[in-house]
């Protein structure tokens, strides 16, 4: 009972944080503002991925959710390495 009430909970700020995310994806308005939003939405997978498997039991999904995490920290470090080199910048 109080795990299911946890589990809604937790679907619902996910499913807000992810609306939220979205729009600053949407909105901008810098290229890293971008970046940091997508990071945010992986990140925000990987937590419904996680309360998933907290619901249904089936743990094979959370190789699923590591590679979800592995792939997304690799994209933050391909695109900081990117402006490092002298990428797209625009300083406000």
């Not at 990987?46 to 309360?51: N, Q, S």
């Not at 907290?54 to 920290?73: Q, Y």
Request: no cysteine; aromatic share 10%.
């Amino acid at each position: 009972m109080v795990l299911q009430f946890a589990i809604f909970v937790s679907y619902g700020l996910l499913s807000l944080a992810l609306l939220l995310g979205f729009v600053r994806l949407v909105l901008g308005p810098s290229l890293p503002d971008r970046v940091v939003a997508l990071e945010l939405l992986a990140s925000l997978t990987v937590g419904f991925i996680a309360v998933s498997v907290v619901a249904s039991g089936r743990a094979p999904f959370l190789d699923v959710a590591m590679v979800l995490a592995l792939t997304a920290f690799l994209a933050a470090v391909g695109f900081a390495r990117y402006l490092e080199k002298g990428g797209h910048r625009v300083d406000h």
